[in-house]
């Protein structure tokens, strides 16, 4: 029995090559392309049909490498070929091996009468195995058999189609800091690269800062890139970054100060996160800058903790003989747009700027260092400056030496914060007001950096 069935398929299959696939007309059949991303796990091909003659049966196979794709056997679909004549519609297909023709995935259609639509034949669905390479790979397509109503042959060239799999971007992970220097806060991005790849093939660009990665300074997190320095307003403000190999854009986006800010918030130290939010809204309101979108709460810091200059102190070495030409006079800080400690020290009656400003550059010592003086005059009154510039913000309740003929004394800005708040008090008209809110929330955002590194240290 086997012998006989075996002979009634070689007889079959004889015939099958006997007969010709020709006609009057050429069918077209063709198979789709297309290019999937690396980390792609489908991708699905049509088979479209065009210059349809009229047919009522067709054959048709796809070989197609298997150690890269898997055909999805429930996922071959009907186009519209053959559903609009109405007939029941039958395909026999799945992944075989026959003979040398490696895997395919075999379709059949048979019908009564002929269709001569140009549509798509059947859609083929394929997942993509684990590690398969990135490439092209072929999709092969044959039609075995093509027949009319008639029972003649149809003629069909066949396009076949190809799946490209692109290769992976490199490895490329993003982190984020950011840096509290003097008045101002730059936020800075950390870009790692594949160990083996040469960074000057990378290029980074942070907030229109753009920098190949060969002159960017390599860290433990990464090659860092930062963005402008931006003051405290800014917190809010969107900072577009991206990272390239060569021309190709592997990864971009956005940041904020402020998304650094709730990360720490979030993650880190709520106090410390909230405060910096806080002092970000404050300097919003002061300076009147997108006060619609509000990084914080500009007036949710406690009042300011801290004592006030203690001039009377230095006041009892400057007065105690005339040959001090100067006495104490004011202190200020200049926190709107930079942090800079001032002291103004008033010239006596009995002296002159010159004599003045030659003995305080002689006789004074600001931070450790010489100070350079400036005179000031105002009204019938002269005055002689002395600064402190570059105040970092963690720094603003730290104190700085001062000495003066010969005795020591500190000052810090938290000192003219907290005069801020001992003038203008809760009566402050509302200009006053942001400045006080803006005093207070400074203070407090250094406060809150001084107690988280206090207990990072234990």
Do not use: H
Not at 199 to 213: D, F, K, Q, R
């Amino acid at each position: 029995m086997k012998k006989i069935l075996a002979i009634i398929l070689v007889a079959m299959f004889a015939l099958s090559l006997c007969a010709p696939l020709s006609a009057e007309a050429s069918a077209t059949l063709t198979l789709s392309s297309e290019t999937i991303a690396a980390d792609a796990t489908e991708v699905t091909l049509s088979a479209t049909l065009e210059d349809n003659p009229g047919m009522s049966s067709i054959a048709v196979r796809v070989e197609y490498d298997a150690d890269a794709f898997t055909i999805v056997k429930k996922d071959i679909k009907n186009g519209d070929v053959f559903e609009s004549i109405g007939d029941k519609v039958v395909k026999p297909a799945g992944t075989d091996k026959l003979g040398t023709w490696g895997p395919t995935a075999r379709i059949a259609y048979f019908a009564s009468e002929n269709t001569t639509e140009d549509e798509v034949l059947a859609t083929l669905r394929f997942t993509v195995n684990e590690g398969a390479a990135a490439g092209d790979y072929n999709f092969t397509l044959y039609v075995t058999e093509c027949w009319n109503e008639d029972d003649e042959p149809v003629a069909v060239s066949v396009v076949s189609g190809k799946v490209t799999i692109e290769a992976a971007a490199p490895a490329v992970t993003v982190g984020e800091s950011t840096t509290v220097d003097e008045d101002e806060m730059q936020a800075n991005l950390y870009f790692n690269i594949p160990a083996t790849d040469d960074p000057a093939e990378y290029t980074a660009i942070v907030g229109g800062n753009e920098v190949t990665l060969d002159n960017a300074t390599q860290t433990a997190q990464g090659y860092v890139v930062s963005a402008p320095a931006a003051g405290a307003k800014n917190m809010g403000d969107d900072i577009a970054w991206s990272i390239s190999k060569g021309e190709t854009v592997i990864a971009s986006g956005t940041t904020s100060i402020k998304e650094y800010a709730i990360a720490l918030r979030d993650e880190v130290s709520a106090d410390l996160g909230t405060a910096m939010l806080n002092y970000g809204a404050a300097a919003q309101v002061a300076f009147n800058y997108n006060t619609d979108d509000l990084v914080g709460v500009p007036d949710a810091a406690d009042a300011i903790n801290f004592a006030r200059f203690d001039a009377d102190a230095i006041n009892a070495v400057l007065c105690a003989t005339d040959a001090i030409p100067v006495y104490y006079s004011a202190l200020s800080v200049n926190y709107l747009t930079d942090i800079t400690l001032q002291m103004a020290f008033r010239v006596k009656t009995t002296s002159t700027v010159d004599e003045a400003l030659e003995w305080v550059e002689a006789n004074m010592t600001l931070g450790g260092e010489a100070v350079v003086a400036r005179a000031l005059t105002s009204g019938s009154y002269s005055f002689i400056i002395i600064s402190k510039a570059d105040i970092s913000i963690d720094a603003v309740n730290d104190p700085i030496a001062l000495v003066a003929a010969g005795a020591d004394f500190t000052v810090c800005p938290a000192n003219y914060l907290a005069s801020v708040e001992a003038v203008y008090g809760e009566s402050a008209v509302a200009a006053q007001q942001n400045q006080l809110n803006l005093a207070r929330a400074l203070f407090a955002y250094a406060s809150a950096i001084d107690a988280y590194l206090a207990s990072l240290n234990g």
